[in-house]
């Protein structure tokens, strides 16, 4: 325990110091000083960790929210410029891999579909899904459509109209995916009567950054959504914590949801995956009836993937190379 103690006051102490140090850079614009700072980052959070983010002290607590907006901010950046990249290619679907970070999306959306099909009852096979802050570069949702879901409507939604915009640049002449990619420049807040269309719905990592907003915007859509409706919350765990925002099971439960799965990996997807399924008035009812609550029907089954942590560091590496060699041909 002593040892766990040390290794978590040397992992906060680090991560408070690339804080102070990220929050005195002049922009989060890609640049050589933003990459490097951020890749220290990400090397230093990756790692298994005994660390529990949401036990930390006040100032602790006050440091890791203003660098969950600080990454927040710098990855909108960094995807607003690899999109704009993108998009001077006749052809910008053939060109993904120039995004230092294009394979994380290749396995995080892979390990969406896998297991919203394991666990959701019955499988899926959506006709219109949801993908609730998709940003300037919606790898996910092209990669659940190429790949996963090839006969599905993808609506993407996003607060910033400018991200729309350029995310739909991306698409201009594939007549496959494009013709099912569509944008919507929107708050889910204000998403009513369309939520109901929708057999699955992602909700991105930063949409709701705070609990509290995460909870309110995971309430709305429980409000609003179907019956049976299969809900995909990306959150984290353990010092990826540092990095986005984690997501209570519970909250999700009092949402008016059935958790179905969560899933914790420990390589190169950051992100944690948790499977939803929107509960019925009959299957809430009877919940309640029995003392268990709308978040305590049964065990929730935690899924973790064999660790990858050596690769992942050679490969945070490797990206830093090629992230500076696309800013030199940029």
Do not use: W
Not at 85 to 97: E, K, S, T, Y
Not at 173 to 201: C, I, K, N
């Amino acid at each position: 325990m002593e040892y766990q103690n040390k290794e978590v006051d040397a992992l906060v102490q680090k991560i408070t110091g690339l804080h102070a140090a990220i929050s005195k850079l002049p922009s989060l614009s890609p640049c050589p000083d933003v990459d490097a700072l951020f890749t220290d980052l990400v090397t230093a959070c990756v790692p298994a960790s005994p660390v529990d983010v949401t036990k930390l002290g006040p100032e602790a607590q006050q440091m890791r929210e203003g660098l969950i907006r600080l990454c927040s901010e710098a990855e909108g950046k960094l995807e607003a410029h690899y999109s704009d990249m993108l998009a001077a290619f006749d052809n910008p679907l053939d060109h993904l891999g120039m995004f230092p970070y294009y394979s994380n999306y290749i396995n995080l959306s892979k390990l969406e579909y896998e297991l919203l099909v394991r666990y959701v009852p019955g499988g899926i096979a959506p006709a219109r899904v949801a993908f609730i802050g998709s940003g300037p570069l919606p790898f996910s949702s092209f990669v659940l459509a190429a790949h996963h879901l090839p006969d599905t409507v993808f609506d993407n939604y996003d607060l910033c109209g400018a991200a729309n915009e350029r995310a739909s640049k991306l698409f201009r002449a594939d007549t496959d995916v494009g013709a099912r990619m569509l944008f919507h420049t929107a708050d889910v807040a204000d998403l009513a009567g369309e939520l109901g269309a929708y057999d699955v719905v992602f909700l991105a990592a930063l949409v709701g950054m705070a609990a509290e907003e995460k909870a309110k915007v995971i309430a709305h859509l429980g409000a609003h959504m179907a019956d049976g409706a299969a809900l995909v919350v990306r959150s984290a765990h353990g010092a990826r914590g540092f990095l986005y925002p984690i997501v209570d099971p519970e909250d999700i439960g009092r949402g008016g949801f059935e958790v179905l799965a969560v899933c914790h990996p420990d390589d190169d997807v950051v992100n944690s995956v948790i499977i939803a399924r929107k509960s019925n008035d009959d299957v809430q009812a009877d919940g309640l009836q029995h003392g268990r609550g709308q978040h305590g029907r049964r065990a929730v089954p935690v899924v973790s993937p064999p660790c990858r942590f050596g690769e992942m560091v050679a490969d945070v590496s490797h990206k830093r190379e090629e992230f500076a060699k696309a800013e030199v041909a940029f």
